[in-house]
């Protein structure tokens, strides 16, 4: 002897309205043999629909037990019952509950889908719909079908896993009587045939007439139960139950997922679209960020290399509108001594040069410019990491001739010769003054500050103070040299210590800036210390005075530069997180009035046997697939924009595939994330709650 297929023991279903309660089904004991026909009757309301739910494990009693095939469905968890819905159970609706807009042999194939067994699942859909005259039919929607064919299609859906039960809740409730008599014709069939168990709901004594049995129903309790004629009694076979494996299982919850996700996002194009507006918006953002703002630290570490290594610069105080300080200092406050002294005396200090600067007219032929000629010392160059193109530097030998020689920065070159010219050995006039020019300056393009640095023509230092800038004796520096114990020599020009190109001191004029070379990166805040004090000494600077000169260290301006150009990144990864939140919290949106819209499709699936991680995983991909598509139109989008930026600002782009890999992940993430609310609220439905939900 073979358990019944149902045994309901005692089972009460409670349905709480306010105050009221009604006891849809009061202390229900029923039992069904394999292979019996059983109608079940009453007038409406009388319970029918409470008890059917509960058999068909959508719903669950309040009191009592219901035990399927021998086991109590009480100690089932969720995804066995989700099995069992898909695979021991087949129900029949009266509202057929097709999955809209969805092939008829796709809607019979589903349950099989659920159950993990994709192997030729749409062939034996195919076969099914054949076996109950829908052949021609397989490719039409829901929506194509007459009433009829669409319940013949949910008939052939709860058949398909060979369940040991068919559930039918009057499914000839929204059919005309000719197809009715079809519909009830082909259950009999089964039943007759196959020997499936039927348990059918109807209020008309037709259709009950076709049944071996009929349970009458009334106020929640059986007011009858009567055997018409005897049911051909069969042996159950066990009850089987596919459990796919893990690969296999695995498969089918990302091809189900997928599906379901890209038919959400087909049918909505346009809704999609503008969901992933925020997360396109951010993730552009983000590349186009990392995109210009490695670049410009790139050209910041550039220039930084070309202000020269551990480098000083000490100027003269420019004065203030205010008029505290005039007289000899206030301009010009900076003299050759001061600089040879800071060279001898600091010990932080590995080298200096020296520059003074006028405007003047250069002449070479029928050209003449106006440019910036500027007398330095020999290491100049050196300090500054300033390199010569073609030709070649000043020599100590130079400044100590005071040779009649020039290099010439490319925007005088382009002046005076021409573009691809070589100047090399040419003689061009400075103030009417011949120098030959020996070298040509590599190109360095515009300073920060805009100013066309390649606009210049050096001298040796000696040569602009004796020729060109007119002889300079300063009363007030030979003065202070001469109090600070510099020994003034009016003899010819000797090299010293002190004086290593022997300039002569009568010459020893103002200068425009003196570069500092540090020894090292290490001692360069001591360097500005040393150098400080010593110009205070040498200038008789009071304590609390201010200096009339200013000692600045070129690497500590760079890296305020390379700040700023962070704090415009900072800005840029504000906008693109706030555009990333916002376009997060838009598909969370959006995915919530979805889980609403398809709140009756999510109940269908349960029904069919969809657990709830299927649910849970089919809404959490279509918000990745959201954020992701939009993710990766962004990346596209961003490296268009840091492309045009870096061409419009002159800067190079760089963009590493870590970057837009990590940002294709982080709008990934962000589907995640907020797509899990909705996802969580729509696995957690109840079954029949979401069948019921208008
Ligand atoms: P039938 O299918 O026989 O027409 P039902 O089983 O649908 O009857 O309903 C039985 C009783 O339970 C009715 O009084 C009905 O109003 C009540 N009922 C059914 N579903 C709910 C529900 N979700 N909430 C509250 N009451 C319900
Ligand atoms: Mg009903």
């Given at each position: 002897m073979t358990a019944p297929v149902i045994s309901l023991d005692r089972v009460s279903r409670l349905y709480r309205l306010g105050d009221v309660e009604v006891r849809a089904l009061d202390d229900v004991s029923l039992t069904v043999e394999p292979g019996e026909f059983v109608a079940i009757m009453g007038t409406s309301?009388?319970?029918?629909?409470?008890?059917?739910?509960?058999?068909?494990?959508?719903?669950?009693?309040?009191?009592?037990?219901?035990?399927?095939?021998?086991?109590?469905?009480?100690?089932?968890?969720?995804?066995?019952?989700?099995?069992?819905?898909?695979?021991r159970i087949g129900f029949v609706f009266q509202s057929f509950n097709l999955l809209t807009r969805t092939a008829a042999i796709e809607n019979v194939a589903l349950p099989l889908f659920y159950a993990g067994q994709t192997e030729?699942?749409?062939?034996?859909?195919?076969?099914?719909?054949?076996?109950?005259?829908?052949?021609?039919?397989?490719?039409?929607?829901?929506?194509?079908?007459?009433?009829?064919?669409?319940?013949r299609v949910a008939i052939a859906r709860a058949l398909i896993n060979d369940p040991a039960i068919l559930l039918a809740d009057e499914p000839t409730g929204n059919v005309d009587s000719q197809t009715s008599a079809e519909i009830m014709n082909a259950i009999t069939t089964l039943n007759r045939e196959q020997g499936l168990t039927v348990v059918l709901v109807t209020h008309e004594p037709d259709m009950a007439a076709y049944a071996d049995r009929v349970v009458v129903l009334k106020d929640g309790r059986i007011q009858s139960d009567t055997r018409s004629r005897e049911s051909p009694r069969r042996i159950q076979p066990a009850a089987k139950?596919?459990?796919?494996?893990?690969?296999?299982?695995?498969?089918?919850?990302?091809?189900?997922?997928?599906?379901?996700a890209l038919r959400a996002i087909g049918r909505h194009k346009m809704r999609a679209a503008l969901t992933m507006l925020g997360v396109f918006i951010g993730v552009a953002a983000l590349i186009a960020m990392v995109a210009v703002g490695e670049g410009a630290r790139a050209v910041v570490k550039q220039r930084l290399a070309s202000l020269g290594t551990n480098l000083l610069i000490a100027t003269p105080a420019s004065t203030r509108s205010g008029g505290v300080r005039g007289g000899a200092g206030s301009?010009?406050?900076?003299?050759?001594?001061?600089?040879?002294?800071?060279?001898?005396?600091?010990e932080a200090v590995a080298d200096v040069a020296w520059v003074a600067r006028q405007n003047a007219q250069a002449v070479y032929g029928d050209e003449n410019w106006a440019t910036s000629v500027q007398g330095v010392t020999p290491s100049y160059l050196s300090i500054r990491n300033w390199a010569v193109a073609s030709g070649r530097d000043f020599t100590p030998e130079d400044e100590h001739d005071g040779a009649m020689i020039c290099i010439l920065g490319q925007s005088v070159v382009d002046a005076l010769f021409g573009q691809d010219a070589d100047p090399v050995g040419a003689t061009v006039l400075v103030k009417s003054v011949p120098l030959t020019v020996v070298g040509v300056l590599a190109v360095k393009g515009n300073s920060g500050g805009g100013q066309d640095q390649d606009d210049v023509i050096l001298t040796p230092f000696s040569t602009s103070q004796q020729r060109i800038l007119g002889v300079s004796t300063p009363s007030a520096s030979v003065a202070a040299a001469a109090q600070s114990g510099l020994v003034i020599s009016l003899g010819g020009p000797q090299s010293s210590p002190s004086n290593p190109f022997g300039i002569q001191p009568r010459l020893a004029g103002f200068v425009n800036a003196i570069y500092i070379q540090a020894r090292?990166?290490?001692?360069?805040?001591?360097?500005?210390?040393?150098?400080?004090?010593?110009?205070?000494?040498?200038?008789?600077?009071?304590?609390?005075?201010d200096d009339d000169f200013t000692v600045r260290n070129l690497t500590e301006i760079a890296e305020v530069a390379e700040q700023s150009s962070r704090v415009l990144e900072i800005l840029l990864a504000a906008i693109a997180s706030i555009s990333l939140l916002v376009g997060g919290i838009g598909i969370m949106n959006i995915l919530l009035v979805s889980v609403t819209e398809r709140t009756r499709e999510i109940g269908i699936r349960m029904a069919i046997g969809a657990r709830r991680v299927h649910v849970l995983l089919q809404f959490l991909v279509e918000a990745v697939l959201l954020s992701g598509i939009g993710g990766g139109a962004g990346v596209l989008t961003g490296i268009a924009a840091a492309k045009i930026i870096s061409y419009a600002a002159g800067w190079p782009t760089l963009l590493s595939p870590p970057v837009i890999a990590g940002a294709f992940l982080v709008s990934a993430v962000i589907g995640v994330f907020f797509g899990f609310y909705p996802a969580r609220k729509a696995a957690l439905l109840n079954p029949i709650d979401a069948l019921r939900y208008e």
């Open positions: 309301g009388s319970g029918k629909s409470t008890l059917m739910n509960i058999l068909g494990c959508l719903d669950q009693p309040d009191s009592g037990h219901y035990l399927l095939e021998g086991v109590d469905t009480a100690t089932l968890s969720e995804p066995d019952l989700a099995r069992i819905r898909g695979q030729g699942s749409l062939g034996r859909a195919r076969d099914a719909l054949a076996k109950l005259g829908l052949a021609e039919r397989q490719k039409n929607h829901p929506n194509q079908l007459s009433g009829g064919q669409q319940q139950i596919h459990r796919p494996g893990r690969w296999e299982e695995i498969r089918s919850f990302i091809g189900l997922a997928l599906l379901a301009t010009s406050s900076l003299t050759v001594t001061d600089a040879q002294a800071i060279l001898e005396e600091d090292d990166g290490g001692v360069t805040d001591q360097a500005v210390d040393q150098v400080t004090k010593t110009l205070e000494r040498r200038h008789r600077i009071k304590p609390d005075a």
